[in-house]
């Protein structure tokens, strides 16, 4: 029987941004729509304002009221939007925030139901999204209360190639910071990512620097001491579980002298830390991955633009990247599911006797049974 290809859900986001124009012309190569099954959620009628605004190619959409009736090799959008919402070009709005939340809100139902494979999430305005159902800081802490457990917590992943920045804290406010870093925490952190590394990635053993949180590392402890009370330790307790973790670096010269070139991960210790260079870097076709949750999401690393919004100007690149990281991120976690499922058995023997084989899985021998 014929593999079905993967269902991509995708958000429309602020439709006062570029979300819909990175969207369409992403999706005006058709050949991008032979490589899985776009489910855009949003407006058929705001798509094409914004097709006319904008003075993009023709796009033919596929209306279909559920995920399940989506047509391959189309472009399928369901309307989960009011139709009278209003475009305003750059602007803030709440009817902007309310479209973005509807569409968010449907699409991540469907993902319950397994109707849709991964998410792809256009911009949102982390302001105007605010309403009764959603009080976060952003798209990864939504996804988290859906879908994270005690076990399984999200962890935010800038991305582009092979340069994979994540962080210990996030959306917080930069003087609450320090008091905001835990032991615990840093090692959560150095679990997840280690684990993304190797499920999401097919990296067999990952390697992971980890930033400072003081110039210069602290400086021995002239500039601060948060490297050896608590960044260290966690180092030691990640590695005890067998996360290879190295540094800690100071941000300025470990970027400068790209020694991320040498690492499969970054961890950096608050945002503007890890995000900023990385933009520097990787702006044009950088890709937000939310790792650590059981479901994949993938934004590409802009936000709204409301500076360019409705004049044809903006990149598609990132948003493209976003969507091949996502069916990649999908593939790999099925290759992953299937290599480990079920391990080889080893073969031991026992000491005297007859030598009576005993065999033990990888399991029964680490005594996880």
Do not use: W
């Amino acid at each position: 029987m014929e593999e079905r290809l993967i269902r991509v859900g995708i958000t429309h986001g602020d439709i006062n941004g570029i979300g819909y124009e990175v969207i369409l012309k992403t999706f005006s190569d058709s050949r991008v729509s032979e490589l899985c099954t776009p489910i855009i959620y949003g407006s058929s009628k705001i798509a094409a304002y914004h097709r006319k605004a904008l003075d993009l190619p023709p796009l033919n959409m596929n209306i279909i009221s559920r995920a399940e009736d989506a047509g391959v090799n189309r472009v399928n959008i369901i309307n989960c939007v009011d139709d009278d919402a209003k475009v305003e070009f750059s602007k803030s709005t709440s009817i902007a925030g309310e479209s973005a939340f509807k569409a968010l809100e449907t699409a991540v139902e469907d993902m319950k139901r397994g109707v849709v494979d991964v998410l792809l999430t256009a911009p949102i305005n982390k302001h105007n999204i605010q309403n009764e159902h959603f009080h976060f800081p952003g798209h990864t802490e939504y996804l988290e209360k859906n879908f994270g457990t005690a076990e399984k917590k999200a962890l935010m992943i800038l991305m582009k190639g092979d340069l994979r920045v994540a962080l210990v804290t996030g959306h917080i406010p930069l003087s609450q910071v320090a008091s905001s870093i835990k032991t615990g925490d840093i090692v959560s952190k150095l679990l997840v990512f280690n684990r993304s590394l190797k499920q999401d990635f097919g990296i067999v053993k990952p390697r992971i620097a980890v930033l400072s949180l003081n110039p210069h590392a602290g400086d021995e402890g002239l500039l601060g001491t948060e490297e050896e009370t608590i960044i260290r330790p966690a180092m030691q307790e990640a590695e005890k579980k067998g996360v290879l973790s190295f540094g800690p670096y100071a941000a300025d010269g470990f970027f400068g002298a790209r020694l991320y070139d040498k690492f499969d991960g970054v961890l950096a210790m608050y945002h503007d830390q890890g995000l900023a260079p990385f933009k520097a870097l990787a702006m044009d076709d950088g890709v937000n991955y939310t790792a650590g949750l059981p479901v994949v999401r993938t934004s590409p690393a802009h936000g709204t633009a409301y500076d360019i919004a409705g004049q044809n100007i903006a990149s598609e690149e990132s948003f493209r990247q976003a969507l091949y990281t996502a069916l990649d991120i999908f593939r790999n976690r099925q290759r992953y599911r299937e290599a480990t499922s079920n391990p080889l058995r080893k073969q031991y023997f026992e000491k005297g006797g007859d030598n009576e084989k005993l065999d033990l899985t990888k399991e029964e021998e680490a005594g996880d049974l």
